[in-house]
C-alpha cells in the first residue's frame, strides 16, 4: 500500500512539474518559432519516434500498433490534439496569465462532467463552492485584464471546452482500453501526428512556413528557435508519459486539479522573465489559485 501510494505521488510530481514548465517553454518556443500547428506536429513526431527507438533498444515495453486498437483510441487522440493545438494557438494570442486563468476552470467543468458521463461521486459542497470562487476570480480577471482581445479569448473558449471533454474522455479510454503507459503514448502521439497535417493546411500555417523559408534563403535556420523548439519537444515526451501515467492512478478531477496547482510555479517564472503579465500576488491570481490549495 505506502508502495503504491510513493509510487502515485511521484507520478503525480513528475506530471506537475512537466507542465507547470511546459506552458512556459511553450510560450517561449512560439515566440522564436511562431508555427503552433508544426511545433505541436514536431512535439509528437519526437515522442512516437522516441518511444518506438527506445522499445527498439529494449529500454522500455510499449504495446504494438494495432489498427483495430487504433481505431478505438482515434477520437481520444482527436480530443487531445484538439485541447493541444487550442493551447498553443492561445499562447501565441494571449499572455501565459490568461491561459492560467482559464486552465483554472477546468476543475469545476470536469467535477460535473465526470458525474454526469462517468457516474463518478460527486464532490463535497465545500470543494464545489471553492471550484465556484475560483470561477469569480476567472471573472474578475477578465474584467481587470487590460490586454483583452477577441482573438485571444476565442481561442481560450475553445481551450476551455476541448480540454475539459479531453480530461474526462480519455480517463474513460484509459480506464478501459488496456494499454501499458507506453503504449497510450505512442497511440496518443502517433495519431495525432497523422491527424496534424490536416489542421496545417486548413489553418494555412503551410503557406507561412513556406514564405518564411523562401525570404530568409540560407539564413532560415535559428539557433534559439531550434533550442526552444526542442526543449518543447523533450518536455513534450516527458509530459505524455507523466501525464498518462497520472490519469491511470488518479481521477479525472483529482488530475486536473493537479495540473492547476503546479501554476504556482508557472506564475513565479512567468513573473520573472515575462513583462505582460500579473503581479505574483494580484487580486485574480490570488483569488483562482487559494480555494485550490485550501481544499486540496
Known amino acids: 500500500m505506502a508502495k503504491q501510494y510513493y509510487a502515485t505521488s511521484s507520478l503525480v510530481v513528475g506530471y506537475a512539474l512537466c507542465s507547470s514548465l511546459l506552458s512556459i517553454i511553450n510560450k517561449y518556443a512560439v515566440t522564436k518559432f511562431s508555427y503552433p500547428g508544426l511545433l505541436t506536429a514536431l512535439q509528437y513526431f519526437t515522442s512516437a519516434a522516441g518511444v518506438w527507438i527506445l522499445g527498439k533498444l529494449g529500454l522500455l515495453s510499449h504495446d504494438p500498433f494495432k489498427l483495430e486498437t487504433a481505431k478505438k483510441f482515434a477520437p481520444a487522440a482527436l480530443v487531445f490534439y484538439l485541447a493541444i493545438f487550442t493551447n498553443t494557438n492561445l499562447l501565441c494570442h494571449a499572455n501565459v496569465d490568461t491561459f492560467i486563468v482559464f486552465r483554472s476552470l477546468t476543475p469545476l467543468l470536469v467535477a460535473i462532467a465526470d458525474t454526469t458521463f462517468r457516474k463518478q461521486p460527486c464532490p463535497s459542497k465545500f470543494t464545489f463552492l471553492s471550484l465556484v470562487v475560483i470561477l469569480g476570480g476567472a471573472v474578475g480577471y ?4 487590460s490586454a483583452f482581445s477577441l482573438t485571444a ?17 480519455i480517463k474513460h479510454i484509459v480506464t478501459n482500453l488496456g494499454l501499458n503507459t507506453w503504449g497510450f503514448v505512442l497511440y496518443n502521439n502517433l495519431l495525432s501526428l497523422m491527424m496534424a497535417p490536416i489542421f496545417w493546411f486548413v489553418t494555412g500555417e503551410h ?40 490519469r491511470k492512478a488518479v481521477s479525472a478531477t483529482a488530475f486536473t486539479v493537479t495540473g492547476v496547482v503546479n501554476k504556482f510555479l ?22 483562482l489559485l487559494a480555494p485550490i490549495v485550501l481544499v486540496y
Open 207 to 246: 503557406k507561412l512556413v513556406f514564405a518564411a523559408i523562401e525570404s530568409r534563403g540560407d539564413g532560415w535556420f535559428q539557433l534559439d528557435a531550434f533550442v526552444a523548439v526542442a526543449l518543447s519537444c523533450v518536455f513534450g515526451l516527458l509530459i505524455s508519459f507523466f501525464g498518462f501515467a497520472a
Open 266 to 287: 508557472t506564475v513565479a517564472i512567468n513573473v520573472m522573465i515575462w513583462d505582460k503579465h500579473l503581479h505574483l500576488l494580484s487580486s485574480p491570481v490570488r483569488e
Open 142 to 145: 477578465v474584467m481587470t485584464d
Open 153 to 169: 479569448y476565442s481561442w481560450a473558449l475553445a481551450y476551455l471546452v476541448t480540454i475539459t471533454t479531453e480530461m474526462v474522455y
